[in-house]
């Protein structure tokens, strides 16, 4: 099966740095996206972050200019470096993709959730 597995997730100070890490493995025959997401107290759960096969990544307004999604092909693990945090980035930051295994089925997972909190 497919498995992924997050990290990175901390305590920092506002305008402080992190960078998240999540690891797809599993019979995978090809990754269609990978993103992020996150999910605030009390908020619904946001995209952060997406990049598809091919293309160029695109944001979410709140994180233009301060956060970058990139992947490591070799790796199988995308990442997003979050730079210049404020204290509303705090929220639990999810992965996801959408892969094809290599039984050619499609499927959708979701990474278990890392927690960042910036302060103020």
């Known amino acids: 099966q497919v498995q992924l597995v997050e990290s990175g997730g901390g305590l920092v100070q506002a305008g402080g740095s992190l960078r998240l890490s999540c690891v797809a493995s599993?019979?995978?025959?090809?990754?269609?996206?990978m993103g992020w997401y996150r999910q605030a107290p009390g908020k619904q759960r946001e995209l952060v972050a997406l990049?598809?096969?091919?293309?160029?990544?695109s944001y979410s307004d709140s994180v233009k200019g301060r956060f970058t999604i990139s992947r490591d092909n070799a790796k199988n693990t995308v990442y997003l470096q979050m730079n210049r945090l404020k204290p509303e980035d705090t929220a639990v930051y999810y992965c996801?993709?959408?892969?094809?295994?290599?039984?050619?089925?499609?499927?959708?997972?979701w990474g278990q959730g890392t927690v960042v909190t910036v302060s103020s």
């Open positions: 990049v598809t096969s091919g293309s160029s990544p």
């Open positions: 996801n993709t959408n892969v094809i295994l290599t039984t050619l089925r499609d499927l959708e997972l």
């Open positions: 599993g019979s995978i025959f090809r990754i269609n996206a």
